[in-house]
């Protein structure tokens, strides 16, 4: 599954009597875990050229962690807009022109009684500017310590998980947005942005044109087996795969045969749609060698070379 998340114009602001405060703006909304719910608090404030506005989630339930997790959420919405004001509404270069504003929106993603995860999508505008900055933040945190989690903590040991999410999700941003330069761009880079999710693993890309946070959902029982038992067991439901849906489930044994055939299948959708992508081309090759398929690979290596010469 994949979505963008649109621009939406709302920022992290402290209330003190210098703001403009509006609170609980947005009924409560019931996270699946019936004892646990959330309502949006927004704090901002607006000069003459400019405008920061915040909103993030205060948590309500029968956990007494959920306190600690909102202390720490307001701190970090606070030191957003103490960043935004120093950097934008101090600025009077120019107080008979509207500059812009700056937003950041918070998501829940996830919250149970063993995982808090969230997004803030953030949006910095100026006029001057020739198009608006979109940039994605993610917090997951185990709820009882409010110890961070990082995406290593999640897999076994000996799980190469960057090189399993790059494939899969590339597959997944290509499928959508048809753009082959930018998929195999941003699935190399590092995969610093993620969010626990109610059925799976969420990863944000910043896509260019248009500005936008795009994020993919790569299902819990696709990776689950290559997942630490103990932390998955704790973050979702699903523990016994189920290839209902047509997803390779992927086995340590054989995870590099598995993601052979399945960035072959990404790098041949990527050739119908463009004969002459070279990189698809020594891509696809590259992977047909993994699979000890020599000759095809070769032909593969050739074509991407005549087409774009190394």
Request: aromatic share 10%.
């Amino acid at each position: 599954m994949i979505c963008n998340y649109k621009r939406c114009l709302s920022t992290v602001v402290i209330a003190s009597s210098l703001f403009t405060a509006y609170l609980n703006d947005s009924p409560a909304q019931a996270i699946p875990n019936p004892r646990i719910s959330w309502t949006l608090q927004t704090f901002s404030k607006k000069q003459k050229n400019f405008e920061v506005t915040v909103k993030y989630p205060v948590f309500a339930g029968s956990f007494a962690s959920l306190q600690r997790l909102n202390s720490k959420v307001r701190k970090i919405a606070q030191r957003q807009y103490r960043d935004a004001t120093k950097e934008h509404l101090h600025d009077r270069s120019r107080p008979q022109e509207p500059i812009g504003e700056f937003t950041a929106t918070y998501e829940v993603d996830k919250v149970s009684r063993n995982v808090a995860s969230l997004n803030c999508n953030i949006i910095d505008y100026t006029p001057d500017a020739a198009t608006s900055s979109a940039e994605i933040q993610t917090f997951n945190y185990t709820l009882n310590s409010l110890r961070k989690l990082q995406l290593d903590d999640l897999f076994k040991n000996g799980v190469d998980y960057e090189e399993v999410l790059k494939v899969i999700s590339m597959g997944k941003l290509f499928a959508t947005t048809n753009d082959a330069a930018w998929s195999y761009r941003n699935c190399n880079y590092a995969i610093d942005h993620f969010a626990v999710g109610e059925d799976g693993l969420i990863l944000f890309f910043t896509q260019d044109t248009p500005n936008e946070i795009v994020h993919v959902t790569i299902p819990i029982r696709q990776i689950r087996q290559l997942m630490d038992n103990s932390l998955a067991n704790r973050l979702w439901t699903v523990r016994t795969p189920a290839d209902s849906d047509g997803e390779q489930i992927l086995k340590a044994e054989s995870i590099k045969k598995q993601l052979a055939i399945i960035a072959i299948g990404t790098y041949s959708a990527m050739i119908d749609a463009n004969p002459s992508n070279a990189l698809a081309f020594r891509e696809r090759g590259k992977w047909y060698k993994e699979l000890g398929r020599a000759e095809v690979a070769a032909k593969d290596l050739e074509e991407a070379n005549r087409l774009a010469p190394e």
